[in-house]
């Protein structure tokens, strides 16, 4: 399934503004640092970021890709923002990152000696969950009648089964990832996958509440 990627990077806090700064040196084709829009959020939200703008071309939209910590080892791209569209699709998104990523940031990174991640455009289940889990959505999904959902008594039985392996393994699946993944992946209706996402949901908390008792 398409995903948006992830970019980490792993430097310390203390050389966060020498790195910045030789990004900046490194700006073509189209890119530019917008410190103004750093420096007014840094004093509106007291947090750092820093942002790379990119022209729209043929091959690339209109963006500006915020880098902020996720930690004291980490920096990471928390967002890239659209300048002319409403929303990027995931695939504008991914291009975005990828290019400035190639043009600039690797080779920044290697004069560095920074370690970066760029992460896959695609994941399936098995990167979300346990295998345990995994293994019983996709014998459900498989078995199932993909008209009715859950409602045939034996399909009903494989689904919980599902939802009870999620809860025991302490796993995290987000509902619209599940539900998109029956779509794309799977083959499901838009309305039977999205009613299943909502019986996932519902199950989950119920479960999590019951044990906490």
């Not at 071309?57 to 980490?74: G, Y």
């Not at 995931?90 to 920074?114: G, T």
Request: aromatic share 12%; with cysteine; net charge negative.
């Amino acid at each position: 399934m398409k995903v948006f990627q992830d970019l980490n990077l792993y430097l310390s806090a203390s050389s966060t503004e020498d790195f910045f700064n030789d990004v900046e040196r490194y700006l073509r084709e189209g890119w530019t640092r917008d410190r103004e829009a750093e420096e007014r959020l840094e004093r509106e939200i007291k947090g750092k970021y820093y942002y790379f703008s990119c022209k729209k071309d043929a091959l690339i939209e209109a963006a500006t890709i915020a880098f902020t910590r996720k930690n004291d080892k980490i920096l990471y791209v928390a967002n890239i923002i659209p300048r002319e569209l409403g929303e990027l699709s995931i695939d504008q998104y991914n291009i975005i990152l990828s290019s400035f990523y190639e043009m600039i940031l690797r080779p920044v990174c290697e004069k560095n000696s920074v370690n970066v991640e760029l992460t896959s455009d695609t994941q399936s289940m098995a990167d979300w969950i346990s295998s345990d889990a995994c293994q019983k959505i996709k014998i459900f999904s498989s078995a199932a009648n993909k008209s009715t959902g859950s409602a045939h008594p034996c399909d009903e039985k494989r689904w919980f089964a599902f939802i009870v392996a999620i809860v025991e393994n302490g796993d995290e699946l987000d509902p619209s990832r599940l539900e998109r993944w029956l779509i794309e992946d799977e083959g499901w209706q838009d309305r039977i996958a999205s009613n299943l996402a909502i019986e996932y949901e519902q199950g989950v908390s119920l479960l999590k509440y019951y044990k906490q008792r």
